[in-house]
């Protein structure tokens, strides 16, 4: 990455602070450009869901994955649980979607009670692993609560074969004026495809491990007893360990990092599967090079321009997120790691400069809590719309639920020790309810990015993509308007 006219300035920079520059480019199509990240981690497209417990739990995880990112399981969820939920997205079809399933004798509320947790608002109707029926939400307005699932159903017309193509099965939804339809073999469902599913395949490669199952990681603090936590989740088969704590360059850190390298090593010479580990946060270039050297294979940077963040405004402590990005990628590529640019992200533009900084991928974490697949509850304000609440993990709510095991002493004195928020509505976009939906509104902006740098892929894009200087005026001129004015 370079500056425009070569002028880099002496205060630092936030995404809003910045532009690219379109050059001359020989990339003619967005589908020309290939978004596998340059990391160890083996995702296709540079997305990790942050592991917020409001944000990512199992549905995200095995949805992002489904189209090449990569979820974070949070640290507070216990290891019995992350457990399970790691087996379920191990489990998960890389190419079906999971399906809500109901029996033909439910009432009609059970049904509405679980559409909200996918963003395709059916269910299928089943007898044992048999679909009999397909059950929608509209299918279900104006009818009694108490009614059974069987008295509003609708039976399946279309059934798709595994061995069918995306294209004939696109077609026969089409032709029958279905958005998704049940995968069969031998009498049993495997998934269910949806229209926009099917279009989705085409452009996405799932983010599978070295057995075609997708990819999930999961992350632990830095307290307590760091080799049994580790070695839970390496046990249980996660794919990126992730050592998170909101002030990563500390001397802890640095102590406990050799001790999660050396468990990894342990399943590594068992299993052979090396897992990648990510500690953070940091915002400089020497809090990258100690974790670097402490073991870490991509280090996490940002500290406070999450959304859900009190931190700068209660300590005065953090930095510009795409100066510290560049920096710290800067100095990762160097001793031979990676980084992730972790919060600061509320557009698709601010992905694709946190890539152009030199990040191998972009976490988002609030961005993601208002979708159908976040662990919430789907809820409507006073005026119908729907939302969900989210946290930050600093929050008193986050605090109160990482020291449940403490005395109720302990957890009064950390409840006074909070830097985040306690409850925020995260509303649903009517138009992009599901995170499948924000996905394509985030992947569409970066890969054009990437065809206005002249770049078919993230090395080649850092590389030649250039940034200039922009005050708020700027990037105000850059906002539509949905309005006249």
Known sequence: MRFLNGVRPPHDL???????????????????????????????IPLVVANMTAVSGRRMAETVARRGGIAILPQDVPAEMIGRSVAAVKRSHPFYETPITIAADSPVAEVLSLMGKRAHHAA???????????????????????????????????????????????????????????????????????????????????????RGRLLVGAAIGINGDIEAKARALLDSQVDVLVVDTAHGHQDKMVEILPRVVAERERTAAQTGRRVPVVAGNVVAATGVLDLVEAGADIVKVGVGPGAMCTTRMMTGVGRPQFSAVLECAQAAREAGADVWADGGVKYPRDVALGLAAGAASVMVGSWFAGTHESPGDLMRDADGALYKESFGMASARAVRQRTRDASPFDRARSALFEEGISSSKMYLDPARGGVEDVIDQIISGVRSAFTYAGAHDIPSFHESVVVGIQGAAGYDEGRPRHTSW
């Not at 936030?14 to 290939?34: E, I, K, Q, W």
């Not at 595994?162 to 939804?173: M, T, V, Y």
């Open 124 to 210: 299928m109707v089943v007898e044992g692993r048999r679909p009999i029926g397909i059950v929608t939400e509209r299918d279900c307005i104006d009818v009694d609560r108490f009614s059974q699932v069987h008295d509003v159903m609708s039976e399946l017309t279309v059934v798709i074969e595994p061995d069918a193509d995306a294209r004939s099965s696109f077609a026969a939804l089409e032709a029958a004026h279905l958005d998704l339809a049940p995968v069969v073999q031998d009498g049993e469902m495997l998934g269910v495809l949806t229209r926009t599913g099917l279009v989705r395949s085409s452009i996405y490669t799932p983010a599978v491990d070295d």
């Open 14 to 44: 936030t995404y809003h602070d910045v532009f690219m520059v379109p050059v001359r480019s020989g990339v003619a199509s967005r589908l020309d450009v290939d978004l596998h990240t340059s990391d160890s981690v083996g995702t296709t």
